[in-house]
């Protein structure tokens, strides 16, 4: 999952080279921008996805039709939490940043089918 940047883009299609722009897990809930479509060694190009399902790693359970969020800084998804944090159990993180919808069941440890929505 990837994060965000900040102002890294001219408003012009000249000023705009490669490594304007560049990919990195995520962090935090909150800066959750879309999912790399393959893993690159640093400084290569790669796809990021924003809209689309896609098959994602729950790490918790995934109920079909509910929206669901990314967990920490895992690289995985569970069904929309209260947005209450447990203290000390994920400490700086904000929680319930929903960036999809679930088509299918999954269980921790498996697999849904997610229709993000970044």
């Given at each position: 999952?990837v994060?965000g940047?900040?102002?890294?883009?001219?408003?012009g299609?000249s000023?705009?080279?490669?490594g304007?722009?560049?990919?990195a897990?995520s962090?935090?809930?909150?800066r959750?921008n879309g999912i790399?479509l393959?893993?690159?060694?640093?400084?290569?190009?790669?796809?990021v996805?924003?809209?689309?399902?896609y098959?994602?790693?729950?790490?918790?359970?995934?109920?079909p039709?509910?929206?669901?969020?990314t967990?920490?800084?895992?690289?995985?998804?569970?069904?929309?939490?209260?947005?209450a944090?447990p203290?000390g159990?994920?400490?700086?993180?904000?929680?319930?940043?929903?960036i999809?919808?679930?088509?299918t069941?999954?269980?921790?440890?498996?697999f849904?089918?997610?229709d993000?929505?970044?």
């Amino acid at each position: 999952m990837v994060s965000g940047a900040t102002a890294v883009v001219g408003s012009g299609a000249s000023s705009y080279v490669a490594g304007d722009i560049e990919v990195a897990l995520s962090d935090d809930q909150q800066r959750f921008n879309g999912i790399a479509l393959a893993t690159v060694s640093s400084g290569n190009f790669v796809a990021v996805a924003t809209r689309g399902s896609y098959l994602l790693k729950c790490g918790g359970s995934c109920l079909p039709g509910q929206i669901v969020e990314t967990i920490g800084d895992e690289v995985a998804v569970q069904s929309l939490s209260s947005g209450a944090v447990p203290g000390g159990l994920h400490t700086g993180i904000m929680a319930a940043k929903p960036i999809g919808r679930s088509q299918t069941a999954g269980a921790s440890g498996g697999f849904a089918l997610v229709d993000l929505s970044a």
